[in-house]
């Protein structure tokens, strides 16, 4: 069993920045690569930003240009970092390790708000 812990979220202005990182009891993001989701109230959950065991990325079309997604393998960690922030990315964001074809583990989520 791999547990995520996220950290990082927090209450910003618009326009600003925040940095979310994900910690993995285990070496799974190298392996099986990792994603964040996001939800916001009365919304589904959606992809955010992912990146593969091989680094490549892939990104929501209203993420593009403002969020980046990494990995440090040494530390089984995943970041994301959101610039330029908008209200409407406020949201739980919650990390995301697949293992298909098992259900994918899930970290218990951090509150981003935007304020405007």
């Known amino acids: 069993q791999v547990r995520l812990v996220e950290s990082g979220g927090g209450l910003v202005q618009a326009g600003g920045s925040l940095r979310l990182s994900c910690v993995a009891s285990g070496s799974i993001f190298s392996i099986n690569g990792g994603g964040w989701y996001r939800q916001a109230p009365g919304k589904q959950r959606e992809l955010v930003a992912s990146i593969t065991s091989g680094g490549s990325t892939n990104y929501a079309d209203s993420v593009k240009g403002r969020f980046t997604i990494s990995r440090d393998n040494a530390k089984n960690t995943v970041y994301l970092q959101m610039n330029s922030l908008k209200p409407e990315d406020t949201a739980v964001y919650y990390c995301?390790?697949?293992?298909?074809?098992?259900?994918?583990?899930w970290g218990q989520g951090t509150q981003v708000t935007v304020s405007s």
């Open positions: 995301n390790a697949p293992r298909n074809p098992l259900p994918a583990y």
